[in-house]
């Protein structure tokens, strides 16, 4: 049996298209159409069921995948090995939101320059990332949702807890212990400061802690600014109150610079996924780049 009948099997059996496959291996549809009609009529026994959106694999079809992919994954194993050890430099495309990109996940990857690893980055949301590296744009994604199918595989990376902040003369105005007594109706006076219009951040805050929906001022934005590295400056240049990732405030408490409003007992969290595409770990400049975010990951607390 053609190993790269094989190859494209798998690689349509795990995007659920022949479009995304094709893609992926740089062939036009007809032909990966017609690789898979070949390996069809070889067994002897149909591999897809045709749907009006991508395929779906037949028993047939589903029992040789998982036969086949984990050989051909090995042998891209050590093809790759090889390749990487003669050809120096390999690069590696990553893709995430662009302030935990920046201040967690870039500096975890620079120990690997030094090993022959150049790093490419894309800025993005989860839905942009996830077609990116179905697309095979990206090698790694970080996401906050985890994605489905037989594509893309992931792994739970962190969670990022949120806190509710202000400047200091906000809180001073707001008193302490203030929110926790008489509930968010004490924020009907400040400005809010957002990502996006639909209040992301804010929303997802006043319904974790206050089971509630933002009302009043807080239920549009005085500032929208698409990086939460510019909101916190506008929080703390006095613009009004966000819902920052403690990871990224968290110097800025200490300073004094921002202040928490509230501690609630459950923090509101948000986790973040380390998105491949399967049977790309057996490239060892993936591999290596999960790794180390994994482990890195461990100290992030």
């Known amino acids: 049996m053609d190993l790269a009948l094989l190859r494209t099997f798998v690689t349509v059996h795990r995007a659920g298209s022949f479009t995304r496959a094709a893609a992926l291996l740089g062939l036009s549809q007809p032909a ?76 975890a990857l620079t120990s690997l320059i030094p090993q022959g690893v150049a790093l490419r980055v894309s800025f993005g949301n989860t839905e942009e990332a996830l077609d990116g590296l179905g697309a095979g744009h990206h090698d790694l994604a970080i996401t906050t949702a ?74 549009t934005a005085a500032v929208i600014a698409p990086d939460l590295r510019a909101v916190q400056q506008a929080v703390m240049s006095g613009a009004g109150l966000a819902v920052l990732p403690r990871y990224l405030c968290e110097d800025a408490l200490e300073r004094g610079e921002v202040v928490a409003l509230l501690d609630p007992p459950v923090p509101p969290l948000r986790t973040y996924f380390l998105a491949v595409r399967t049977g790309t770990l057996a490239l060892p400049h993936i591999a290596r780049a999960q790794e180390w975010l994994l482990r890195a990951a461990s100290d992030w607390s």
């Open 146 to 219: 985890r994605p489905r199918g037989e594509l893309l595989t992931a792994t739970a990376l962190c969670d990022e807890e949120h806190v509710l902040v202000a400047s200091p003369r906000w809180a001073a105005r707001i008193g302490p212990g203030t929110l926790r007594r008489r509930g968010p109706s004490v924020l009907k006076d400040l400005p809010v400061v957002e990502v996006h219009e639909s209040l992301p951040f804010v929303s997802r805050y006043w319904s974790a802690v206050f089971d509630a929906r933002p009302a009043g001022p807080a239920d």
């Open 32 to 107: 990966v159409t017609s690789q898979i009609r070949t390996l069809e009529r070889q067994l002897g026994r149909p591999l897809f069921l045709r749907r009006a959106r991508g395929v779906t694999p037949t028993t047939i079809g589903d029992e040789l995948a998982h036969r086949a992919a984990p050989h051909l994954d090995a042998l891209v194993e050590i093809t790759e090995t090889g390749l990487d050890e003669e050809a120096g430099t390999r690069t590696l495309h990553l893709a995430g939101p662009p302030e935990f990109t920046a201040v967690r996940v870039l500096p």
